[in-house]
């Protein structure tokens, strides 16, 4: 190897090595995993109403969808290439081999979270609101059905 | 012991019970640190720019003081009796010990984060949002450093 290429393969690792510092692949796990886990807990009881398995409350669908809808556009950045492994996660490793796929299916989850948040801020009765709420429970779980692994993988 | 007090007891037993079954304490401990989670990778770099270690920047602000205004809240009934352990924490035990110092802690940056709210929606200027940003840092530190401990305890 000449000097010069070897001058630019320890500047590439140099540079590889100061962004690994910025984003650490296990911070960015435990992050997504974060949201996800807060986005779950609003939209838990929300998805039990429109299931009829709870008592429909609007006062909580008003509350958690504002939480849901400003947590859903937070996890889809730490899913970038370099934090597929580095801490247990449920990511199957599609999220990356089928990066437009997966994309495609959090932009479905975002459409249908914006149209429960307009419906909420519309005023619609509540009908429409579990059909809406059912409509984000369906892009959420169409995602996980795909991406998202039974279990923990390292 | 009197049937009257076996079944007593066998009641308040199933009803102990019925209430672990609702609330595990892993998935509040989960819950709570996720939600710390999202706070601190909002806070985060807002804190770097009250602290000039980042260049201002006034939508970064916007942004992710809404979202920490937002979670402000969510944290606290996830420190209920019993979910003391049931999964690694860094919950001091002085959290249940001395709860009412520990309520207030959370109070005194529930009150800072809707100031730096307040300042946000007002228009107020760099110098005095780097303020507000200053001290909500303050008030986590505060209750971090009284009830947070450095390293996880099962």
Aim: glycine share 10%; net charge positive; aromatic share 6%.
């Amino acid at each position: 190897m000449k000097l010069k290429q070897l001058t630019l393969a320890a500047l590439t690792l140099s540079l590889a090595s100061a962004a690994f510092a910025q984003v650490k692949p296990e911070d960015e796990i435990r992050y997504r995993q974060s949201v996800m886990n807060v986005i779950g807990r609003a939209f838990g009881p929300m998805g039990a109403m429109a299931q009829d398995k709870a008592p429909f409350n609007k006062d909580v669908v008003v509350k958690n969808t504002a939480i849901v809808e400003m947590m859903a556009g937070l996890p889809w950045n730490s899913f970038a290439a370099g934090t597929e492994k580095g801490a247990p996660t449920k990511a199957d490793m599609k999220v990356w081999s089928e990066g437009a796929k997966f994309k495609e299916a959090a932009e479905k989850a975002g459409k249908a979270i914006a149209a429960l948040s307009a419906a909420v801020k519309g005023g619609a009765d509540e009908k429409a609101l579990k059909g809406a709420i059912g409509d984000v429970g369906k892009t959420c779980k169409g995602c996980h059905d795909d991406f998202r692994l039974k279990e923990f993988r390292n």
